[in-house]
């Protein structure tokens, strides 16, 4: 605007030719901004250019059908109100009509959601009251990292919440079957330290639940079958909350910067032993919440 303010004061001053030349604008632009200014800059502002009428807009019979129609049915939808508008004469397409109801502000106003409020965290007073468990795929266990371009490698993670202890163990595949084997033998390792597992968490993946499956969700798998079988109580989290297993997560988080980004693997014998070191040095690294 304060440009066009300077072309125009040129312009009333020197003539509209020379202030095309200096400016380098076309004369019809100089005389359209020129019948606008009144001495102010805010007359040099940019309008809207939407039109004021449409040769095909709404009539004030259709508007009044509409308004009419959606006052005697406030909660009919948008394709069962369009129909019922054609039985009564209406030619237009339901976008259109869409588009008028909204402008018209018939539609009813969107409900507002409640905030979830997250529970607050249940903190564990002894070892092997709670195990956080889950799988490290291919996601986070790098291609890079593998020299067989065919071999696929799966790290499964416990971690007891209250002592931060974890076991790794190493699987060619995501299964029930594979979650099933570590669950025995992570009953095993927390053992011989003297913790008796008493819980496990996990997400709802398939190689723990049948939650979400379509034809076998009232089937235990063989994971819910081992876990009953030991005494240990299976608990689930939150669909879609990977925060709610956070300290598994975060763990693998760091797995991926002090061991992934760092070595490669030639087989799963040579995947195993190598995460075996690991878990050892990890579970002796110093943390704060351990002081």
Not at 63 to 86: E, Q
Not at 134 to 161: G, H, M, N, S, W
Not at 196 to 221: A, I
Request: aromatic share 12%.
């Amino acid at each position: 605007m304060a440009y066009r303010q300077s072309l125009m004061k040129y312009a009333e001053k020197y003539g509209v030719s020379r202030a095309s030349r200096k400016y380098n604008r076309s004369r019809s632009y100089i005389y359209f901004w020129k019948a606008r200014w009144d001495g102010s800059v805010s007359s040099l502002a940019c309008q809207s250019r939407r039109p004021h009428s449409h040769p095909n807009q709404h009539t004030e019979a259709e508007l009044k059908l509409i308004r009419d129609m959606r006052r005697r049915n406030p909660n009919l939808g948008i394709v069962a109100l369009w129909h019922r508008l054609r039985q009564r004469g209406y030619t237009r397409r339901p976008e259109s009509l869409f588009r008028v109801m909204r402008k018209l502000g018939l539609f009813p106003p969107s409900r507002k959601k409640n905030t979830y409020k997250p529970k607050p965290y249940e903190q564990m007073t002894y070892p092997g009251q709670r195990l956080q468990v889950d799988v490290v795929d291919v996601k986070v266990v790098p291609r890079k990292c593998i020299a067989d371009p065919q071999l696929r490698l799966f790290q499964y993670t416990a971690i007891d919440e209250f002592t931060r202890l974890r076991f790794l163990a190493a699987y060619p595949e995501q299964s029930t079957y594979s979650s099933a084997d570590f669950l025995k033998k992570l009953v095993n390792w927390y053992a011989r330290r003297g913790i008796q597992v008493e819980c496990v968490q996990t997400d709802n993946g398939f190689e723990f639940t049948n939650r979400f499956s379509n034809s076998k969700r009232d089937l235990p798998t063989l994971f819910e079958v081992t876990a009953a079988k030991l005494a240990i109580r299976h608990k689930l989290i939150r669909p879609y909350t990977p925060r709610h297993n956070g300290k598994v997560e975060r763990s693998h988080r760091e797995d991926q910067k002090r061991f992934y980004s760092c070595h490669n693997f030639y087989s799963l014998d040579d995947f195993a032993k190598q995460l075996t070191v690991h878990n050892r040095r990890s579970n002796d690294f110093p943390m704060r919440p351990l002081g």
